[in-house]
């Protein structure tokens, strides 16, 4: 395995810095301290720790993604997959090679997607700020390192929310400084996160208790912690309003560094399906298994994790009703659980829950990946999940892929009628 | 209860005919009571379960589709004429800009369609409706749109949960008719819709509504704002104000005067006029009452049925609705308020309906005896007598400080606090240049009141100033005080020119006289 866990790197590195000098920063970064910390929804979760980090001073600017786009040209706008951006991707910009007059070169770049944020800070050596590095951050003003009970600061936040949206940004350097060095944290743009998709507040805030327990496991997860922090939930609205090609006209993105250098990542490249994502799994007999070796089958995937109490069993045995559904037409179609859960997962694990669910390892394939590969393929196929004490909230997803990789159908209530599945499933096989 | 309605009613038409059956009716009286029997009889008859359950209405197999016209406030779409259902797109786009709040004030609305209320969409019952939400690429924040028409969890509100730059699609079908509230329903719900998210979709019953002449749509809301009521410039939203469901501005249709002076509502004596009245809250209740009429019929609470005659006011809960129909007998213009009138008078809550026509003598004899019953006392009686009986005031501070106590409580109800007045209906004090140019008319104004066509700082006002019964001593004070505030010129008005004005300038007319 090349690649390991982010977060052990960072549990890792949370235990050197306490014991060593506080870090110098690379050129443009700050130094993030790194602690515990209450997010939004946090009313009956734990605070979350946060390892001391690096992260930039300034949003990404224009200039910046000019400089990347002429060293990457399959990021120029004509030249982009739609896979990893979507047709509003830089639409503010004269050409492929000119920002021009409603993208001045010292403001921020809009209008970027999440892999495009991604394969740019990767391409500096850097990495996207996980939410909670980025809530942590973001969490400070100019004096304290903890304004988020500061109805001041709160207001500040509210009336950035309140102006509209200007046709030009101003310079990354006008944002407000605090007490990190950071610039501009708020009252600029929005900004991207690694992680935007453990976001489920959902369409509909207001029945997050019950929908959650109608669309997620993880039940109670959702409840904020303090429903009058208005600002929190803008942000935390608008990351869940997101996918992960969409290119939005107010948001941004900065990089983060882990104190010592991150272990490879999974790379973004551009990719048609998921098929195309590198990285490798691991399957039930513990082979190495790549994405694109699943061409050439019909098949229906899910995401999820073994441990799952709630939403998981029904989701295994509703695609377990589907194959009993398709009959002898079943030999033809692969069926996957890609695991979330790569801590708990391992290939005994998932052997057991096979045997335990009488499921045909023939056509039955679980497949676990270190934490970025998981992340970077869960936005690919639109998937949200979010560690909670210790539990995953997750989507319910239940996608019919054809022989490509291209998801055809895709059905994400819990308990939904299984025909639409098997139909399109049965269209798919009838194509010569 | 509701299933032994039916049968109560005939049964209470007969009692009523019994009971009046001794003396001799007027004809009035009887058209009255035909009506009523009438409309018991329809109810009656009327297959009350399909009204009561319209999921068992009978209704035609849906064929064909179409676009849904789409109105900005106060029009409304035009009355559906299909005898069957159909499948109807909507096209809604989000759209957060800065638009006009007052004269002076500016606000960040987040609008369904551009205009604060959202566009008026009406369909028709068992209508299949595809709904497209876009949300413009230069919004900041996702938005959603929930329809208290739809049913089915949220209401539309996660099917349709868009970022900007996209559009979301979703389907649902208008199950029951009635004249429902839709509003954003992304976190914090709350802001989104003090911001201005929401609109009236109307879902006709099978059948239609009754033909009436005109209709319109009102849609009452509130704003919270930073500074308070008429403070100028771009004010942003307060947090702190909405929680405290303290409100800066209650007002119909988006802005202060949106359906005032000159952008009121039009209709014709003879007329029957209809109007769809939304409130979106965020918080407040609305006491709907339409000053100087009555309503005929009000379909409480937006619901399909008419359940009410003859109402003076009509409450409408916040995300509620109400239809209102009304007859136009005599001509004028007739003010839409929030009977919690502090809101028509002080937050804006003021609309306008202009009625032109033929007078009606018998309905209302006009503007001859409304003098009589003005000319004699003034309003203001209750100033105390024992002012008359203080010495006069020493000095021009003095002056202004006495003058400011008779100001607030006898002139600031109309000319507000801060000498703004009140758009459309009264003319401000505060850097007046028909004030500073004649003090001796000002002194007359106060005097005798004041009726007919002023022009104040290029805004022409037509309102009524009565009379206040206020001494010399009284009005010297008043006016001083008002000159020495708001960038007036500071001139000191002496009692002894009220006393002059008062002698040489005559009286109005007296009852009777043209």
């Given at each position: 395995m090349k690649t390991s866990p982010s977060l052990l790197a960072l549990v890792l590195c949370a235990i050197s810095v306490s014991q060593a000098e506080t870090p110098r920063p690379p050129q443009g970064m700050a130094f993030i301290p790194g602690g515990d910390y209450k997010p939004l929804y946090a009313k009956q979760a734990k605070s979350r720790h946060t390892a001391p980090f690096f992260m930039d001073v300034m949003q990404v600017t224009n200039g910046e993604f000019l400089a990347f786009v002429k060293a990457h040209p399959e990021w120029q706008r004509s030249q982009v997959k739609r896979s990893l951006a979507d047709a509003n991707y830089l639409t503010h910009w004269a050409g492929d090679l000119e920002p021009g007059d409603l993208a001045p070169i010292n403001a921020p770049v809009t209008h970027v997607s999440w892999f495009a944020a991604k394969a740019c800070s990767e391409a500096q050596g850097k990495r996207l700020p996980t939410q909670d590095e980025w809530e942590f951050a973001a969490r400070a003003d100019a004096t304290k390192q903890d304004a988020s009970t500061?109805?001041?600061?709160?207001?500040?936040?509210?009336?950035?929310?309140?102006?509209?949206?200007?046709?030009?940004?101003?310079?990354?350097?006008?944002?407000?400084?605090?007490?990190?060095?950071?610039?501009?944290?708020?009252?600029?743009?929005?900004e991207w996160v690694h992680d935007f998709n453990s976001t489920l507040l959902m369409g509909d805030s207001r029945s997050d208790g019950s929908l959650e327990r109608k669309l997620f496991c993880g039940a109670g997860s959702l409840l904020a912690s303090d429903v009058s922090n208005y600002a929190a939930f803008m942000r935390y609205a608008l990351r869940s309003s997101l996918k992960g090609a969409y290119c939005v006209g107010s948001l941004g993105f900065r990089a983060a560094q882990s104190i010592t250098p991150d272990a490879a990542t999974s790379r973004t490249i551009a990719f048609s399906t998921a098929y195309d994502l590198p990285g490798e799994w691991r399957n039930q007999d513990n082979q190495p298994v790549t994405l694109a070796s699943m061409r050439g089958r019909v098949r229906v995937l899910t995401m999820g994790f073994t441990r799952c109490k709630f939403a998981c069993p029904r989701i295994l045995s509703d695609m377990h009703q589907i194959e009993k559904a398709l009959g002898k037409e079943a030999e033809q179609v692969g069926f996957v659980f890609l695991s979330i859960d790569p801590q708990f997962d391992t290939p005994a694990q998932m052997t057991s829950t096979i045997h335990e669910r009488k499921l045909n390892p023939v056509r039955w394939t679980f497949l676990a990946a270190p934490t970025d590969i998981v992340q970077q393929t869960a936005v690919a196929l639109d998937f949200k999940y979010q560690l909670v004490d210790g539990f995953f909230a997750h989507s319910n997803l239940i996608a019919v892929l054809d022989e490509d990789g291209k998801v055809i159908h895709r059905e994400e209530s819990l308990g939904a009628d299984i025909k639409p599945v098997v139909d399109a499933v049965r269209k798919l096989l009838s194509k010569p | 209860m509701t299933k032994l309605a039916p049968r109560i009613l005939p049964a209470l038409a007969?009692?009523?005919?019994?009971?009046?059956?001794?003396?001799?009716?007027?004809?009035?009286?009887?058209?009255?009571?035909?009506?009523?029997?009438?409309?018991?009889?329809?109810?009656?008859?009327?297959?009350?379960?399909?009204?009561?359950?319209?999921?068992?209405?009978?209704?035609?197999?849906?064929?064909?589709?179409?676009?849904?016209?789409?109105?900005?406030?106060?029009?409304?779409?035009?009355p559906i004429t299909r005898d069957h259902p159909t499948k109807v797109t909507v096209k809604l786009e989000v759209r957060e800009h800065v638009k006009r709040m007052a004269d002076g004030v500016d606000y960040t609305f987040w609008t369904f369609g551009g205009s604060v209320p959202g566009k008026f969409m009406r369909i028709r019952q068992n209508d299949e409706v595809e709904f497209h939400l876009m949300n413009r690429p230069d919004s900041k924040m996702p938005h959603n749109i929930d329809l208290h028409a739809v049913t089915g969890p949220g209401g539309g509100a996660a099917a349709s949960f868009t970022a900007p730059g996209h559009e979301s699609v979703f389907s649902f079908k208008a199950l029951i008719p009635g004249l429902y509230v839709y509003h954003c329903a992304t976190a914090p719900v709350g802001m989104h819709i003090a911001n201005g998210m929401y609109g009236l979709i109307l879902v006709e019953p099978i059948g239609g509504l009754p033909k009436v002449d005109r209709e319109y749509y009102v849609m009452q809301s509130e704003f919270y704002t930073k500074g308070p009521y008429g403070e100028a410039g771009l004010q942003l939203f307060s947090m702190e104000k909405a929680l405290a469901e303290n409100a800066d501005y209650v007002v119909f249709n988006g802005s202060v005067g949106a359906i005032a002076g000159d952008n009121a509502m039009p209709a014709k004596v003879g007329e029957k006029v209809r109007l769809f009245v939304g409130n979106a809250g965020p918080n407040l209740t609305s006491s709907f009452h339409v000053i100087g009429e009555i309503f005929d019929t009000v379909y409480l609470e937006g619901g399909a049925l008419p359940a009410q005659h003859n109402v003076q006011t009509t409450m409408i809960p916040a995300g509620g609705s109400a239809i209102v129909e009304f007859g136009l007998d005599v001509p004028g213009t007739y003010i839409l308020v929030d009977h919690s009138i502090f809101r028509a008078f002080n937050k804006g809550a003021i609309g306008m309906l202009k009625v032109a026509g033929e007078e009606n003598k018998v309905v209302y004899s006009g503007k001859q005896d409304d003098r009589i019953y003005r000319l004699e006392g003034g309003a203001i009686q209750t100033i105390p007598q024992a002012s008359t009986q203080q010495a006069p005031a020493a000095n021009k501070d003095e002056r202004i400080a006495r003058g400011k106590i008779i100001y607030n409580s006898v002139c600031f109800a109309c000319h507000q606090p801060e000498g703004l007045g009140i758009p459309k209906a009264f003319p401000p004090l505060a850097k007046s240049d028909y004030l500073n140019?004649?003090?001796?008319?000002?002194?007359?104004?106060?005097?005798?009141?004041?009726?007919?066509?002023?022009i104040v700082n290029g805004e022409t006002y037509e309102s009524i100033m009565p009379q206040l019964g206020l001494n010399d001593e009284q009005v010297a004070n008043a006016l001083t005080y008002v000159y020495s505030q708001w960038g007036n010129n500071g001139t000191e008005v002496l009692p002894v020119t009220v006393k002059e004005v008062r002698a040489t300038v005559p009286a109005p007319a007296a009852p009777g006289a043209h």
């Amino acid at each position: 395995m090349k690649t390991s866990p982010s977060l052990l790197a960072l549990v890792l590195c949370a235990i050197s810095v306490s014991q060593a000098e506080t870090p110098r920063p690379p050129q443009g970064m700050a130094f993030i301290p790194g602690g515990d910390y209450k997010p939004l929804y946090a009313k009956q979760a734990k605070s979350r720790h946060t390892a001391p980090f690096f992260m930039d001073v300034m949003q990404v600017t224009n200039g910046e993604f000019l400089a990347f786009v002429k060293a990457h040209p399959e990021w120029q706008r004509s030249q982009v997959k739609r896979s990893l951006a979507d047709a509003n991707y830089l639409t503010h910009w004269a050409g492929d090679l000119e920002p021009g007059d409603l993208a001045p070169i010292n403001a921020p770049v809009t209008h970027v997607s999440w892999f495009a944020a991604k394969a740019c800070s990767e391409a500096q050596g850097k990495r996207l700020p996980t939410q909670d590095e980025w809530e942590f951050a973001a969490r400070a003003d100019a004096t304290k390192q903890d304004a988020s009970t500061d109805p001041a600061y709160l207001r500040q936040l509210l009336e950035w929310y309140s102006k509209p949206a200007t046709s030009a940004l101003e310079d990354v350097h006008t944002g407000v400084q605090n007490v990190y060095d950071l610039h501009g944290m708020h009252g600029l743009v929005w900004e991207w996160v690694h992680d935007f998709n453990s976001t489920l507040l959902m369409g509909d805030s207001r029945s997050d208790g019950s929908l959650e327990r109608k669309l997620f496991c993880g039940a109670g997860s959702l409840l904020a912690s303090d429903v009058s922090n208005y600002a929190a939930f803008m942000r935390y609205a608008l990351r869940s309003s997101l996918k992960g090609a969409y290119c939005v006209g107010s948001l941004g993105f900065r990089a983060a560094q882990s104190i010592t250098p991150d272990a490879a990542t999974s790379r973004t490249i551009a990719f048609s399906t998921a098929y195309d994502l590198p990285g490798e799994w691991r399957n039930q007999d513990n082979q190495p298994v790549t994405l694109a070796s699943m061409r050439g089958r019909v098949r229906v995937l899910t995401m999820g994790f073994t441990r799952c109490k709630f939403a998981c069993p029904r989701i295994l045995s509703d695609m377990h009703q589907i194959e009993k559904a398709l009959g002898k037409e079943a030999e033809q179609v692969g069926f996957v659980f890609l695991s979330i859960d790569p801590q708990f997962d391992t290939p005994a694990q998932m052997t057991s829950t096979i045997h335990e669910r009488k499921l045909n390892p023939v056509r039955w394939t679980f497949l676990a990946a270190p934490t970025d590969i998981v992340q970077q393929t869960a936005v690919a196929l639109d998937f949200k999940y979010q560690l909670v004490d210790g539990f995953f909230a997750h989507s319910n997803l239940i996608a019919v892929l054809d022989e490509d990789g291209k998801v055809i159908h895709r059905e994400e209530s819990l308990g939904a009628d299984i025909k639409p599945v098997v139909d399109a499933v049965r269209k798919l096989l009838s194509k010569p | 209860m509701t299933k032994l309605a039916p049968r109560i009613l005939p049964a209470l038409a007969a009692v009523l005919l019994t009971q009046c059956g001794d003396h001799e009716l007027s004809p009035n009286e009887k058209k009255s009571q035909q009506t009523l029997i009438k409309e018991m009889a329809t109810y009656s008859t009327a297959a009350p379960d399909t009204v009561r359950d319209p999921l068992k209405q009978p209704d035609q197999p849906l064929s064909g589709s179409e676009d849904a016209v789409l109105t900005d406030a106060p029009n409304v779409p035009p009355p559906i004429t299909r005898d069957h259902p159909t499948k109807v797109t909507v096209k809604l786009e989000v759209r957060e800009h800065v638009k006009r709040m007052a004269d002076g004030v500016d606000y960040t609305f987040w609008t369904f369609g551009g205009s604060v209320p959202g566009k008026f969409m009406r369909i028709r019952q068992n209508d299949e409706v595809e709904f497209h939400l876009m949300n413009r690429p230069d919004s900041k924040m996702p938005h959603n749109i929930d329809l208290h028409a739809v049913t089915g969890p949220g209401g539309g509100a996660a099917a349709s949960f868009t970022a900007p730059g996209h559009e979301s699609v979703f389907s649902f079908k208008a199950l029951i008719p009635g004249l429902y509230v839709y509003h954003c329903a992304t976190a914090p719900v709350g802001m989104h819709i003090a911001n201005g998210m929401y609109g009236l979709i109307l879902v006709e019953p099978i059948g239609g509504l009754p033909k009436v002449d005109r209709e319109y749509y009102v849609m009452q809301s509130e704003f919270y704002t930073k500074g308070p009521y008429g403070e100028a410039g771009l004010q942003l939203f307060s947090m702190e104000k909405a929680l405290a469901e303290n409100a800066d501005y209650v007002v119909f249709n988006g802005s202060v005067g949106a359906i005032a002076g000159d952008n009121a509502m039009p209709a014709k004596v003879g007329e029957k006029v209809r109007l769809f009245v939304g409130n979106a809250g965020p918080n407040l209740t609305s006491s709907f009452h339409v000053i100087g009429e009555i309503f005929d019929t009000v379909y409480l609470e937006g619901g399909a049925l008419p359940a009410q005659h003859n109402v003076q006011t009509t409450m409408i809960p916040a995300g509620g609705s109400a239809i209102v129909e009304f007859g136009l007998d005599v001509p004028g213009t007739y003010i839409l308020v929030d009977h919690s009138i502090f809101r028509a008078f002080n937050k804006g809550a003021i609309g306008m309906l202009k009625v032109a026509g033929e007078e009606n003598k018998v309905v209302y004899s006009g503007k001859q005896d409304d003098r009589i019953y003005r000319l004699e006392g003034g309003a203001i009686q209750t100033i105390p007598q024992a002012s008359t009986q203080q010495a006069p005031a020493a000095n021009k501070d003095e002056r202004i400080a006495r003058g400011k106590i008779i100001y607030n409580s006898v002139c600031f109800a109309c000319h507000q606090p801060e000498g703004l007045g009140i758009p459309k209906a009264f003319p401000p004090l505060a850097k007046s240049d028909y004030l500073n140019a004649d003090p001796k008319r000002a002194i007359s104004n106060v005097l005798h009141g004041l009726q007919g066509k002023v022009i104040v700082n290029g805004e022409t006002y037509e309102s009524i100033m009565p009379q206040l019964g206020l001494n010399d001593e009284q009005v010297a004070n008043a006016l001083t005080y008002v000159y020495s505030q708001w960038g007036n010129n500071g001139t000191e008005v002496l009692p002894v020119t009220v006393k002059e004005v008062r002698a040489t300038v005559p009286a109005p007319a007296a009852p009777g006289a043209h």
